[in-house]
């Protein structure tokens, strides 16, 4: 049984910075596709990034040049550096992995397994 476990989020100001990390069980992440998405009061479920078992890595406009997906196979586990936070980005996070394939998507419906979420809060 594939879990997903989020850590990392809290409270930081406008410019600061957090790294989200996400520790999967039940099977090899570093062979599938993982992604970060977060969804903010009121809001749908939106891709912030992911990165293929290849080590290719998908951005929404939104946070390119700020974020960084990265992922230690040896750990299981993929993180989210976040530097330069806005307000904006405001939202729970959540991790995802695909169900069988090993390339990065931007599509949320190419995620099977999510975890359950990590409150990320920038105060202006």
């Known amino acids: 049984q594939v879990q997903l476990v989020e850590s990392g989020g809290g409270l930081v100001q406008a410019g600061g910075s957090l790294r989200l990390s996400c520790v999967a069980s039940?099977?090899?992440?570093?062979?599938?596709?993982m992604a970060w998405f977060r969804q903010a009061p009121g809001k749908e479920r939106e891709f912030v990034a992911a990165?293929?078992?290849?080590?290719?890595?998908l951005y929404a406009d939104s946070v390119k040049g700020r974020f960084t997906f990265s992922r230690n196979n040896v750990r299981n586990t993929v993180y989210l550096q976040m530097n330069s936070l806005k307000p904006l980005d405001t939202a729970v996070y959540y991790c995802?992995?695909?169900?069988?394939?090993?390339?990065?998507?931007?599509?949320?419906?190419?995620?099977?397994?999510w975890g359950q979420g990590t409150q990320v809060t920038v105060s202006s």
């Open positions: 995802a992995q695909r169900r069988f394939s090993s390339a990065s998507s931007s599509r949320t419906d190419d995620y099977y397994y």
């Open positions: 039940g099977r090899t992440a570093g062979n599938y596709g």
């Open positions: 990165g293929s078992s290849g080590g290719s890595t």
